[in-house]
């Protein structure tokens, strides 16, 4: 692990965080994250002995420089070996992530942008903008798609990256979850609305 004093600290932010997350399947994973022109402080923190690749430019909008940017390095360890990846956000954002069995897929969330990647070989195999921050992920073995669920948006998207079904909302929604075969939805006001995962349609 590199020197974290030789990646000053931007005056007024906080450190890095680090959270380290197990998965089914045998996954390890270990995000790194900061605040915006954290980047050398970020990526200081990285551990060797994994292929990694930089993807900051899709979250940057293609005309940003990433490191301008709030960064992230999420690193996932498996049977198989290790990969890492490097993202960005214009907003500053805690990753969510979950492994898609089903898929074969590593998905994770981060500011308004969803990757998909290979959960062994960690390729990229797509990437969704959601407009909107991400809220929240969720996938279940009785669906050929993974749940998307950002402030205003429902996607349900396939393992080619294709979208099923996508539902706007007029309340801002603060969290979602799957509860008996439901997809639960919570505005920020509190107000709860019951969806079906598999068509995306309102359950009474």
Do not use: N
């Amino acid at each position: 692990m590199s020197d974290r004093s030789a990646a000053p600290i931007p005056s007024g932010a906080a450190e890095p965080r680090s959270l380290i997350t197990s998965f089914p399947g045998g996954l390890r994973v270990r995000a790194t994250w900061g605040s915006s022109g954290q980047a050398a402080a970020v990526f200081a923190l990285s551990e060797a002995g994994a292929t990694l690749v930089d993807h900051g430019a899709l979250g940057a909008g293609g005309g940003s420089d990433p490191d301008r940017l709030c960064r992230m390095e999420m690193r996932v360890e498996h049977p198989g070996g290790a990969w890492a990846v490097r993202l960005a956000s214009m907003i500053y954002d805690e990753p969510r992530a979950l492994h898609w069995d089903e898929g074969g897929l590593f998905v994770v969330g981060y500011g308004f942008t969803v990757y998909a990647f290979g959960s062994r070989s960690g390729a990229l195999a797509w990437l969704h903008q959601t407009g909107t921050p991400v809220v929240a992920l969720a996938a279940s073995p009785r669906f050929d798609h993974v749940i998307v669920q950002s402030e205003v948006e429902t996607w349900a998207i396939r393992s080619d990256g294709e979208v099923k079904w996508r539902l706007a909302h007029t309340d801002v929604v603060g969290a979602a979850e799957l509860i008996g075969g439901q997809l639960i939805l919570t505005s920020i006001a509190g107000a709860t609305q019951s969806i079906d995962p598999a068509t995306g349609r309102a359950l009474a």
